[in-house]
Protein backbone atom coordinates (compact mmCIF):
# COMPACT_ATOMS: atom_id res chain seq x y z
CA UNK A 1 0.00 0.00 0.00
CA UNK A 2 1.29 2.93 -0.84
CA UNK A 3 2.06 5.25 2.61
CA UNK A 4 0.71 8.21 3.44
CA UNK A 5 -1.71 8.35 0.40
CA UNK A 6 -3.94 11.55 0.87
CA UNK A 7 -6.90 10.17 0.30
CA UNK A 8 -10.07 12.71 1.05
CA UNK A 9 -13.86 13.19 0.35
CA UNK A 10 -14.33 14.72 -2.78
CA UNK A 11 -15.74 17.91 -2.92
CA UNK A 12 -18.29 19.86 -5.99
CA UNK A 13 -14.49 21.17 -7.69
CA UNK A 14 -13.46 17.82 -8.35
CA UNK A 15 -16.10 16.83 -10.45
CA UNK A 16 -14.63 18.00 -13.46
CA UNK A 17 -11.52 16.52 -13.14
CA UNK A 18 -13.26 13.16 -11.34
CA UNK A 19 -15.36 12.85 -14.53
CA UNK A 20 -12.96 13.29 -17.29
CA UNK A 21 -10.84 10.57 -15.35
CA UNK A 22 -13.81 8.07 -15.61
CA UNK A 23 -14.38 9.08 -19.62
CA UNK A 24 -10.48 8.08 -20.05
CA UNK A 25 -9.85 5.44 -18.09
CA UNK A 26 -13.63 3.86 -17.85
CA UNK A 27 -15.87 4.98 -20.26
CA UNK A 28 -13.63 4.96 -22.95
CA UNK A 29 -15.38 3.41 -26.28
CA UNK A 30 -18.82 3.82 -24.76
CA UNK A 31 -20.91 6.61 -23.96
CA UNK A 32 -20.13 9.42 -21.96
CA UNK A 33 -22.24 8.78 -19.03
CA UNK A 34 -20.50 10.18 -15.61
CA UNK A 35 -20.28 13.52 -16.71
CA UNK A 36 -19.40 16.28 -14.41
CA UNK A 37 -23.22 17.31 -13.41
CA UNK A 38 -23.43 13.31 -12.70
CA UNK A 39 -20.55 13.10 -10.11
CA UNK A 40 -21.87 16.55 -8.49
CA UNK A 41 -24.85 14.88 -7.53
CA UNK A 42 -22.61 11.89 -6.31
CA UNK A 43 -20.77 14.02 -4.21
CA UNK A 44 -23.95 16.22 -2.58
CA UNK A 45 -25.79 12.77 -2.13
CA UNK A 46 -26.45 11.63 1.49
CA UNK A 47 -26.09 7.98 0.90
CA UNK A 48 -22.99 7.94 -1.25
CA UNK A 49 -19.21 8.47 -0.53
CA UNK A 50 -16.97 10.08 -3.20
CA UNK A 51 -13.00 9.99 -2.50
CA UNK A 52 -10.17 11.41 -4.11
CA UNK A 53 -6.49 11.41 -4.04
CA UNK A 54 -5.09 14.65 -5.55
CA UNK A 55 -5.67 17.92 -5.88
CA UNK A 56 -9.12 18.58 -8.30
CA UNK A 57 -6.73 19.55 -11.78
CA UNK A 58 -4.92 16.49 -11.26
CA UNK A 59 -6.92 13.94 -9.81
CA UNK A 60 -4.12 10.91 -9.47
CA UNK A 61 -7.50 8.30 -8.06
CA UNK A 62 -11.07 7.76 -6.83
CA UNK A 63 -13.87 5.61 -5.67
CA UNK A 64 -17.52 6.59 -5.83
CA UNK A 65 -19.48 3.89 -2.81
CA UNK A 66 -23.01 4.24 -2.65
CA UNK A 67 -25.21 2.40 -0.15
CA UNK A 68 -28.43 0.80 -0.84
CA UNK A 69 -29.72 -0.38 2.97
CA UNK A 70 -26.88 -2.67 4.04
CA UNK A 71 -25.93 -3.07 0.87
CA UNK A 72 -22.83 -1.38 -0.77
CA UNK A 73 -21.91 -0.80 -4.13
CA UNK A 74 -18.79 0.67 -6.06
CA UNK A 75 -20.10 2.75 -8.95
CA UNK A 76 -16.79 4.08 -10.16
CA UNK A 77 -13.25 3.48 -9.44
CA UNK A 78 -10.31 4.48 -11.30
CA UNK A 79 -6.55 5.17 -11.08
CA UNK A 80 -4.27 7.52 -13.46
CA UNK A 81 -2.29 5.44 -16.09
CA UNK A 82 0.48 7.06 -14.16
CA UNK A 83 -0.21 6.35 -10.77
CA UNK A 84 -1.16 2.25 -11.28
CA UNK A 85 0.65 -1.31 -9.86
CA UNK A 86 2.26 1.38 -6.64
CA UNK A 87 -0.36 0.47 -4.17
CA UNK A 88 -2.57 3.55 -4.58
CA UNK A 89 -5.73 1.45 -5.94
CA UNK A 90 -5.99 -0.54 -3.11
CA UNK A 91 -5.00 2.23 -0.68
CA UNK A 92 -8.48 4.06 -1.73
CA UNK A 93 -10.15 0.58 -1.68
CA UNK A 94 -9.32 -0.22 1.37
CA UNK A 95 -10.58 3.10 2.54
CA UNK A 96 -13.87 2.32 1.21
CA UNK A 97 -14.33 -0.67 2.62
CA UNK A 98 -13.53 0.96 5.81
CA UNK A 99 -16.08 2.99 5.67
CA UNK A 100 -18.48 0.17 3.98
CA UNK A 101 -17.80 -1.73 7.17
CA UNK A 102 -18.22 0.88 9.96
CA UNK A 103 -21.51 1.77 8.13
CA UNK A 104 -23.12 -1.48 8.35
CA UNK A 105 -22.91 -3.00 4.99
CA UNK A 106 -22.81 -6.66 4.79
CA UNK A 107 -21.54 -6.71 0.83
CA UNK A 108 -20.09 -4.55 -1.60
CA UNK A 109 -20.98 -5.28 -5.09
CA UNK A 110 -18.60 -3.82 -7.89
CA UNK A 111 -19.21 -4.37 -12.27
CA UNK A 112 -16.32 -4.39 -14.16
CA UNK A 113 -15.97 -4.81 -18.11
CA UNK A 114 -15.49 -8.59 -19.07
CA UNK A 115 -12.39 -7.21 -21.31
CA UNK A 116 -10.85 -5.55 -18.67
CA UNK A 117 -7.96 -7.78 -16.98
CA UNK A 118 -6.71 -5.61 -14.87
CA UNK A 119 -9.75 -4.81 -12.72
CA UNK A 120 -10.93 -8.20 -12.61
CA UNK A 121 -7.41 -9.04 -11.44
CA UNK A 122 -7.63 -6.50 -9.17
CA UNK A 123 -10.76 -7.33 -7.36
CA UNK A 124 -10.07 -10.78 -7.52
CA UNK A 125 -6.68 -9.98 -5.65
CA UNK A 126 -8.76 -8.18 -2.58
CA UNK A 127 -11.02 -10.74 -2.15
CA UNK A 128 -13.96 -10.29 -4.39
CA UNK A 129 -15.51 -12.94 -6.19
CA UNK A 130 -16.97 -13.14 -9.90
CA UNK A 131 -20.89 -13.99 -9.58
CA UNK A 132 -22.04 -13.32 -12.80
CA UNK A 133 -21.85 -12.60 -16.92
CA UNK A 134 -23.92 -9.29 -17.42
CA UNK A 135 -23.86 -9.58 -21.24
CA UNK A 136 -23.95 -5.75 -22.91
CA UNK A 137 -24.09 -4.48 -19.53
CA UNK A 138 -22.30 -1.61 -20.71
CA UNK A 139 -24.74 0.80 -23.22
CA UNK A 140 -25.74 -2.51 -25.07
CA UNK A 141 -21.98 -2.95 -26.53
CA UNK A 142 -19.59 -4.41 -24.05
CA UNK A 143 -20.34 -7.38 -21.56
CA UNK A 144 -19.29 -7.42 -18.11
CA UNK A 145 -18.81 -9.00 -14.84
CA UNK A 146 -20.44 -8.75 -11.43
CA UNK A 147 -18.51 -9.13 -8.24
CA UNK A 148 -19.01 -9.25 -4.68
CA UNK A 149 -17.22 -9.05 -1.75
CA UNK A 150 -19.13 -10.36 1.67
CA UNK A 151 -18.21 -7.90 4.61
CA UNK A 152 -20.06 -10.10 6.93
CA UNK A 153 -21.16 -13.28 6.75
CA UNK A 154 -25.12 -13.38 4.78
CA UNK A 155 -28.09 -14.00 6.83
C1 LIG B 1 -7.86 -1.49 -11.73
C2 LIG B 1 -7.09 -0.30 -11.17
C3 LIG B 1 -8.04 0.56 -10.34
C4 LIG B 1 -5.96 -0.80 -10.26
O1 LIG B 1 -5.34 0.31 -9.61
P1 LIG B 1 -3.80 0.24 -9.13
O2 LIG B 1 -3.52 1.42 -8.29
O3 LIG B 1 -2.92 0.03 -10.31
O4 LIG B 1 -3.82 -1.09 -8.25
P2 LIG B 1 -2.72 -1.60 -7.19
O5 LIG B 1 -1.38 -1.03 -7.52
O6 LIG B 1 -3.24 -1.31 -5.82
O7 LIG B 1 -2.73 -3.16 -7.50
C5 LIG B 1 -3.02 -4.16 -6.52
C6 LIG B 1 -2.99 -5.52 -7.18
O8 LIG B 1 -4.06 -5.63 -8.14
C7 LIG B 1 -3.61 -6.45 -9.24
N1 LIG B 1 -3.49 -5.64 -10.46
C8 LIG B 1 -3.57 -4.31 -10.58
N2 LIG B 1 -3.42 -3.93 -11.86
C9 LIG B 1 -3.22 -5.05 -12.57
C10 LIG B 1 -2.98 -5.32 -13.95
N3 LIG B 1 -2.88 -4.31 -14.86
N4 LIG B 1 -2.85 -6.60 -14.34
C11 LIG B 1 -2.92 -7.61 -13.46
N5 LIG B 1 -3.12 -7.42 -12.12
C12 LIG B 1 -3.27 -6.15 -11.69
C13 LIG B 1 -2.22 -6.94 -8.85
O9 LIG B 1 -2.39 -8.15 -8.11
C14 LIG B 1 -1.74 -5.81 -7.96
O10 LIG B 1 -0.70 -6.18 -7.09
P3 LIG B 1 0.83 -6.12 -7.63
O11 LIG B 1 1.03 -4.80 -8.28
O12 LIG B 1 1.64 -6.32 -6.38
O13 LIG B 1 0.97 -7.27 -8.61
C15 LIG B 1 -6.43 0.54 -12.31
O14 LIG B 1 -5.76 -0.33 -13.21
C16 LIG B 1 -7.43 1.38 -13.13
O15 LIG B 1 -7.79 2.49 -12.74
N6 LIG B 1 -7.85 0.85 -14.27
C17 LIG B 1 -8.76 1.59 -15.18
C18 LIG B 1 -10.13 1.86 -14.57
C19 LIG B 1 -10.80 0.57 -14.08
O16 LIG B 1 -10.66 -0.48 -14.68
N7 LIG B 1 -11.55 0.70 -12.96
C20 LIG B 1 -12.20 -0.46 -12.35
C21 LIG B 1 -13.48 -0.82 -12.99
S1 LIG B 1 -14.74 0.43 -12.75
Known amino acids: MIAGAAIRLATPGDAPGIAALSRDAIEHGLPWTWQAPRVARAIASPDTNVVVVGPPEAIAAFGIMSYLEDDAHLLL ?8 RRGLGSAVLAWLEDVARAA ?36 GLLDGVRLEKWLRAPE
Open 77 to 84: FAVQAAHR
Open 104 to 139: GAKRIRVEARRDNAAARSFYNEHGYHERALAPEMYS
